[in-house]
Each structure stands twice: as structure tokens, then as C-alpha cells.
């Protein structure tokens, strides 16, 4: 009845029944599963107020996720899984940056991007915000490295729209809305506020609450709201920070902005002991310093490859590092703030090593914080196969922290986790720990338990600290809720709930359990799948990178499904594997990207790769191909010629471009610069319209700089790429290694620079020994470009950075590029890869039109520059810049719109 209901608010399509697609969603980053019955992808808010009706009026179990970065199991469900589709990904600047209107799909870091310009960030500052969402980030009140307790969502939060269990929506920036709501609802609202009277008239709860919060805490409910606020309606908004998706739906969230600092300084110090570290923090903490990251030895040592680039130092065992991060207005601040903590340094009475001094340089910055980042991954990358990633993070008072450290150290040697790494926010007592743990036999289970109570025991009884700083309660921590907050607590935790979710549909279980073990129910299993991807810890920070996101699956989703798949009876698994055929290996792009931003480097497009070629059904044909690659382009640009104008009329798939005309280089100029500049086969085969061969347009831009080419267009030369994509290794190595000899024999041996006009064929040959190779950008950016003589064009231009630019050089020189040419560069936002995969644009059209699916709506008006730098992505770009197949603007190399704004300067003609 209840699904019978649902399909006349939420179209079939997105409502997924079938095993394949429910088991690839049910998993987030926490080390527990649950298998969901349905997965409903909401679009709208009038559908998710009618999901909320629906299920309360037939009883069923609803759970909100974002992103699914959640640690502690708070987005999973064995009942109704509700996702959100990329139509909640709006934002609103408001007050000249001074706040920002943010829906639940905004990624954190998107937040911060559209703040930039205005010199503001928002102030919760998750390790994970280039992947959760605003969603998650409020619902478990998620703070961070700068955050502290004072910039999180609770403290922050200016507004919000929120919509209870009965569908109710209320928006308390709107007054309307607000009094609506003291109408309809007054009942629930005076349950909040007799409750909060008794709260405050408790002493010793108010004081413990009071104590508790004065440290970063997410330990069950926000009940510092009932003391901070008399106003029924700020209590329960304030309440659902932090609650979890267990009291209702956050629709949106507007922040107070936090002002950046215009300069910052990062150094890394180590300290013989915790003690010695700690000893320095309130005296930081007086300075104003912006951030302090504690790391223990083995944290250091679990680091020491990124640390070697810094400094030679071993640390000690016992020893303890610093970071620290300096921001102040002006650089006359920075250096006072500077000095005044390398003056505390002095009065220590241990000596201080500085691993690396303070600095401003960005890529030095970048680098220590990366070496703070790394160090979750640094466990996963090292665990035994089967076992999980266990991160758990605790909060005490400062003054107990350094006492803290060496208890939690001891505590986790004595239970025989070697491995251990603790680390943390030293500015507010709260520190992490991470261990890896196998769930697969009784045993194993009862020593985590055990260590579990162990903890608790030490932090709540020892340290009067928190059980949770910044991770959400869960499923983890919810059997520990007595344990920390006693039976008075417990008990307005329990009438909270009661008071907004009755029937306790909204994620059950989470923060409130009355089973003991429920910690030890429902645990993750890791098992093998491919040595290439078995080292992934389900944490889904590639997920935003993946352009099969919205259409299939993501790369942590495949590995997710294989590994959930392994359990299952055979008839089911058999299913799975049909399934995973379009799911998993058809779909998938396989550029790479995700490995990108895997804190363990996970390439998927390699694992694919390898499944393809399992399967490669034709090596014959594959080698005849590679061995006629010459009549087979010429075969092809017969048939775009023939077949370009018949295929205008298609909406499905890119129109076919014309072919690619016949390079015709003017003669050389005498030069001591010389480069060898390869024809890559996507732009020997597809001609750019009404422009001539691309190959012509950069000699003409090289001369300009004195560079002389040396054309290097042989038909039958190939990176490889195709092959290799296609599942054919064997044959993509052969082809490699010939246009390796090819090119060192055209470089004279490495005498000349190489350059290959195709960014995913310059990622290709990348790690040549012979010859310097460069991507056509990037030699552009770095050779020409300082050679001429132009001025920026005053209208819009649209850049796509391809994702084989992004893991040649971060798309650093395309950029760098675009901004030479334009003063008004757009780079779309939520697209990462484009999609079209080589071929797939035409094979699998599906893909390139879900990858690009907000690029239309974000073309600037009186747009005419759209550039990229590979001719196959050019194609799909142009299809879907705008609707029905006629594209808005047309895609084409960024050397085009060089040449052109050098054409239009005053210089004299070559």
C-alpha cells in the first residue's frame, strides 16, 4: 500500500526496487550495512513532505542521507533509504557575503567557493567538506581543524527550513511561516518549552549540560538549546542540529559567515612528549592562533614519506608534532603573531624541533596540511585485507588533554592495536584515534566491545569528557549514551524524540537504542574483490568526481556492490553480476579521476579496465586495428564526411563532427627552439567547425614565441589509449612503445621537447625516460604565452578543465591559460569529467548527458569562447551546452582563442 501510494508522488524511475541498485546504495563510510527495501530519490520538497506523510501514515522507517560520509552509521537503513537528487544543490548569497542559503546537496566546499570572492567561508570545516553536503554537515552539527565550538552549524546557523514527520514545513526567516506553525503546532511547542523550564530549574543538569558543552560534544541531542533559548521555535531548530535525520528534514540552512584571514602562516613542531605539546596550547590558544593539529609518534611515523620533504628529523618515540596555523589581516600581524609563539617556545623547558618553520608559501601550506590529512588514509592503506578502518573521536578539557593522550595511548597498546594513530583539534581537548578491527568472528567482535566499554569508561569516569567531538552519535556510540549523560539526560533525550517523532520512524536506532550490543549488530564486511581496490575504506570522497554518479553507479559503489555481492546465495549473486555488466563496467568512464581524491589513491578506472579485458572477446581484431590504424582513420574521416550531416537531426548523442582537414604548416623560420609537436587521432579525425587544423594554429603561436615545429602527424601512431580502455593491454602497450620510438627518434634523443595536443594522450605518456613531454596547455602556459603580446578578451569564457589535465597538473596551466585570455572565466560548477569517455559520448550517450546535465543552465549570456583541450570532450561539451542537440556555444581548443585575441593585437603580421 505504502509503494502502491508513493508512485503518484515519485516517478517509478526513482524509486529502486532491485537488488543490484539498493545493495550499491546501502553502503556509506561508517563499518556498519544495512540492506534498504527502497531507496526513494526525492527531487522536490513538496514530494519529500509527501514521503513524510505517507510513511508516518503507514508506519515506516524513513533515513535521510547527503553524501554518506557519515563514520558512525547514521545513513543506513534496512526500511527506506531517502536520497537527494542533484536538485538540492542551490545556494543563495545574502548581505554581500555575510550569509549564505544553502540547500542539503550543496558540498561543503562549493559553499566555500561562492564565498570566496567575498572574503568568507562558512564556519563548520569537515576533514571530508570537499565531498559531504550541507545536509549532513548540520544534521551532525560536523565542525573540523578551525571550526572549534564557536563557528559550528549550532552557533552559525541564522535561519532554517525544516519539515517534521506530519509534512509540516516551516521557514524561520519567514514570519509567516513561523506563526502558522505557534498555530497549528502550539502543543508540540509548549512540550519544548515546559520541558526546557524543567531543564533549566534541574541545577545539576543544567550544570552538567552546561559543562559538557563548553567542549566540542555531538553525544546524543543538542540539549544545550534548552538553556541558550526561550523561544520554543529557536529550541527545536537548534535541536535539529545535531540530531541526525532522527527528528526531521533540514530543507535548508543559512549560516553567518565567517570573515578569511588575508594572510596565514603554517609551521609544523615537534615536542618530545604530549606534555610538552599541551604545555604550549593555552598560551596559542591567547595568541589567537586559527588552528592547532596534534599527531602522536606513530601518527608521524604512519606520515613519514610526506614528512621526509620537510625535514630529516626521526622523531622520537613518545615525541608529539604541532601544527600550527596562523591567519591575520595584514602580513605586519602575522609576523608579531609569529614571533610571539616562537617566544613561547623558549620557555619551555624542553627543546622544540621545527620540522618546518612557519611559512606563507601556498604550496607549503598545502603540503603540511596535507601531511594532517593523510593520516586517516595512512592506516586504511596499510590494514590487513578484511579488517576495517575503526575512527572514533573523544573530546576532554584542555588541561586534561596531554594526560588524555598517554591514557588513550596506553589503553589502545594494551588491547593489542599496534597500529593506532591518535590525532586531533589540539585547541579544544579533542582528539581522534584510529585502529583497524576485523568483524569476522565472535572473538574479534567481544575484544571491540570490550575496548568500546574501555573507552567510554576512561573518558566519561576519568576525564569527564565526550564520547562523540564532532562525529555524530550513531550507531556506534548510542548503547554509550547513559554511560555519559546519566539517567536524567537519557530521559529528555527520550522525550524529545517523543515530542517530534512518535512513532519513531525517522532513522530508528540512531542516537537513541535501547539495546546494549546494538554497537555490535549490523558490522561491515571487507572482502577481497581485486587487489587494486581492496584498500578502499567506503568513505566516498570520489564521489564527486565521478561523472556516472547520477546515471550509474560511483567508483566507491561498485567496489560496495562486488563486496556485499561476495555474501549472497548464488541465485542472487548471479543477478548482481548480470546487472553489474551495464552498472558497473559499460558505464564507467574509466578516466582515473576518482583516484584523485581517494585518501588511498584508488584508481577504479583501473580495476573496470581490468574486468574489461577479462571479458575482451576479440584480441584478433584489436591487433588488426592497431596494426591498420592508418586505413582505419582514414575509413573514419570517409564516414564523418558522409555521416556529420545526417546526424544533425539526432538529440540523443553528440552530432557527428566533420573530419578533420589536412594539416598545412607555412615553412619554418630559422630557430634554435625546436619541439616536436604530435597530431594526437582525435584531432587527426575530428576537424574543429570553421576552424582550420589545430596543429596550424599553434605553429602560428609558437612562431610568435620563436619556437620552430616539427610536425609529427604519422596516422598510424597511437598512445594507446583506446586499447587500453577497450580492455585490450596487450595491444595498448604495443602501440605505446611504438609512438615512444616514433617521438624519441623525432626528439633526436630528447633534444627537443615533445608535445601532444590531447590532454588524455599527454596523461598517457607522461612518464617518458627519454624525452621531455609536455601537454599542449601546459607548454603553451610555461613557453608561449610569456613570448606574446595580447590583451584579455572583456566577454565571458567558458572553461572545462578535462580530467586528464586535472591529475596531469590539477588543471593548473589550463586555468592559468583561460585567465590570460579572458577577465571573465567560467568554470561549471559540479561538473569534475565530462563523460565522454572517448567513445561513450556516441556508445553510451547516457553517460556524457548525466555527467554534463548542469552544464546548459551555467552558460554565460553572450557567450562566444568555450574551451577545453581534448577534441573528443569538446564534442559532447558543445551537444549539451544547450537543449534539444543545438548547442549554445561550441567547444574548441583554448590555442584557438589565443591565436585570436593575437591576431586582433596591433603586432605586426608573421
Known sequence: MFL??????????????????????????????????????????????????LARQHNIALTFRAAGTSLSGQAISDSVLVMLTRDWQN?????????????????????????????????????????????????????????????NSYHTMAGIRFVLTD?????????????????????LLDGLAQLAEEVRENTELAAAIASQYRLKNTMGYGLNALLDYHDPVAILSHLLIGSEGTLGFIADITYRTVALPQTSATGLYLFPDSHAACAIIPQLKEIGVEAVELMDDRALASVASLL?????VQPEPGAVALLIDIGRDDRAALQLAERAINDCF?????????????????????????????????VGAVRASGTTVVIEDVAVPLEALPLAVNALQQLLVSFGYHEAIIFGHALDGNVHFVFTQAFDSVN???????????????????????????????????????????????????????????????????????DPQAHLQDLKKLPEVNSTVDACIECGFCEPQCPSLHYTLSPRQRIALMRRAAALEPAERDTIMNDFQHLGIDSCAATGLCATACPVGINTGT??????????????????????????????????????????????????????????????????????????CPNRVFGTPGQPPLAEVVQRLCQRAGYELILADSPQQCCGQPWQSKGYPQQAQSKQQQLQSYLQQLSEDGRWPVVLDASPCALQLQDSAVYTSYELSEFLYRFVLPELDFKPADEPLLLHVTCSSRRLDQGNALRALAAACSHQVTEPEYIKCCGFAGDKGFTQPELNASALAPLAEQVPENCRFAVSNSRTCEIGLSHHSGSKGEPKVHYQHIAYVLDELCNLSNKEPL
Not at 23 to 41: E, G, I, N, W
Request: proline share 6%; aromatic share 6%.
Open 4 to 53: 502502491r501510494q508513493l508512485r503518484h508522488v515519485v516517478p517509478a524511475q526513482r524509486l529502486i526496487t532491485d537488488l543490484s541498485r539498493r545493495m550499491a546504495y546501502s553502503t556509506d563510510a561508517s563499518f556498519y550495512h544495512k540492506l534498504p527495501q527502497l531507496v526513494v530519490q526525492v527531487a522536490a520538497l513538496a514530494e519529500l513532505q509527501q514521503l513524510l506523510r
Open 91 to 151: 545556494h543563495e548569497i545574502l548581505a554581500n557575503g555575510a550569509y549564505i542559503k544553502l540547500q542539503p546537496g550543496v558540498i561543503g566546499a562549493h559553499a566555500n567557493q561562492a564565498l570566496l570572492p567575498y572574503g568568507r567561508k562558512i564556519g563548520p570545516d569537515p576533514a571530508s567538506i570537499n565531498t559531504c553536503q550541507i545536509g549532513g554537515i548540520a544534521a551532525n552539527n560536523a565542525s573540523g581543524m578551525c571550526c572549534g565550538v564557536k563557528h
Open 167 to 187: 509534512g509540516t514545513c516551516v521557514d524561520t526567516a519567514d514570519e509567516a511561516s513561523v506563526n502558522a506553525f505557534r498555530s497549528s503546532h502550539h502543543e
Open 308 to 312: 621526509q620533504r620537510h625535514s630529516q
Open 346 to 378: 623558549k620557555t619551555l623547558d624542553a627543546e622544540v624541533l621545527a620540522l618546518c618553520p612557519f611559512s606563507s608559501d601556498p604550496a607549503t601550506i598545502q603540503a603540511l596540511w596535507q601531511i594532517r590529512k593523510g593520516l586517516f588514509p595512512a
Open 444 to 514: 574479534e567482535i567481544q575484544h571491540y566491545a570490550r575496548f568500546m566499554d574501555a573507552v567510554a569508561e576512561l573518558i566519561t569516569r576519568d576525564f569527564n569528557g565526550t564520547l562523540k567531538a564532532e562525529h555524530g552519535t550513531g550507531r556506534n556510540m548510542a548503547p554509550y549514551i547513559y554511560a555519559q549523560w546519566g539517567g536524567e539526560g537519557l530521559a529528555v533525550m527520550r522525550r524529545i524524540k517523543q515530542l517530534l517523532d512518535p512513532e519513531d520512524i525517522l532513522n530508528p536506532g540512531v542516537i537513541l537504542n535501547d
Open 607 to 680: 580495476w573496470v579496465q581490468q574486468l574489461r579485458a577479462a571479458q575482451a572477446k576479440h584480441p584478433r581484431l584489436a591487433s588488426w586495428l592497431a596494426e591498420h590504424q592508418g586505413g582505419t582513420e582514414t575509413i573514419a574521416r570517409f564516414a564523418l564526411r558522409v555521416g556529420a550531416p545526417l546526424s544533425r537531426w539526432q538529440q540523443r548523442r553528440p552530432a557527428l563532427p566533420l573530419p578533420a582537414a589536412k594539416t598545412k604548416l607555412s615553412q619554418p623560420h630559422a630557430s634554435q627552439k625546436r619541439l616536436v609537436y604530435f597530431t594526437t
